[in-house]
């Protein structure tokens, strides 16, 4: 089945320092999201990437598709305490309307020392 | 508008209970997903369910987990016989429509089983 590999599963980073979250799947995409989800929270989306290549910015967050759409990544410029929590890639490799359940990375913690 | 409602916020259950968990999805939103979360792990996708239809249960346990999203009322998760294993947290999602469509996560039941 389908699998999706995120890595680092911990970064710890100073208040003000840049932070990359990597997203791997071993089967090509149809598209991808990017959900965060605060301690004691739950997942909230951010984005979805359809196309190949494709990079959207949100403020100091940069997410890209690559161009085989099987990996992705989640870039966050200067963070701040707000931005603490883990952050979800999940993949969806339905084509044509196939029925699949989107199968999420198990998450990168991203840990914020002031 | 209310967001994605899900009911008992914590369940807690004696080995061998069933358990009953509940999810209201957004108003106008007709598909419902099923997850479930252990501690410090990513979202594991359980179930996806349509008004009075299953769509995808490749998640779900063979024995003991069922799933419904009657005509009227909520989704249910229900969990037979619990065991020490099945405590974790249970998200649940929904969407407009099928998976191209960003998912909107209810604040989750976390279960317990002692």
């Known amino acids: 089945g389908q699998q999706v590999m995120q890595i680092p599963q911990y970064q710890h980073v100073q208040e003000g320092e840049d932070f990359t979250t990597y997203c791997n799947s071993s089967?090509?995409?149809?598209?991808i999201q990017w959900y965060k989800q605060r301690p004691g929270g739950h997942p909230v989306f951010l984005i979805q990437?359809?196309?190949s290549g494709e990079v959207k910015k949100q403020k100091r967050l940069t997410f890209q598709f690559g161009e085989a759409k099987k990996n992705s990544s989640l870039h966050i410029t200067a963070t701040q305490t707000t931005d603490v929590g883990t952050y979800f890639c999940?993949?969806?490799?339905?084509w044509g309307g196939g029925a699949d359940g989107l199968t999420f990375g198990k998450g990168t913690h991203l840990i914020i020392q002031p | 508008n209310a967001g994605v409602m899900q009911n008992p916020r914590h369940l807690v259950r004696r080995r061998g209970q069933e358990a009953r968990l509940r999810c209201s999805p957004m108003?106008?939103?007709?598909?419902v997903y099923w997850y479930r979360q252990l501690p410090e792990e990513g979202l594991k996708f359980m179930v996806y369910?349509?008004?009075?239809?299953?769509?995808?249960e490749s998640g779900m346990p063979k024995e003991r987990f069922s799933a419904e999203f009657p005509k009227e009322g909520p989704s249910i998760l229900r969990i037979q016989q619990v065991v020490r294993g099945d405590s974790a947290a249970y998200f649940c999602?929904?969407?407009?429509?099928?998976?191209?469509?960003?998912?909107?996560f209810g604040p989750g039941t976390r279960l317990t089983v002692t």
């Open positions: 990437l359809v196309k």
């Open positions: 369910l349509q008004k009075e239809n299953i769509i995808d």
């Open positions: 999940a993949g969806d490799a339905t």
């Open positions: 999602a929904s969407s407009p429509q099928g998976q191209v469509y960003e998912q909107y």
């Open positions: 089967t090509t995409l149809s598209n």
């Open positions: 108003k106008g939103h007709s598909h």
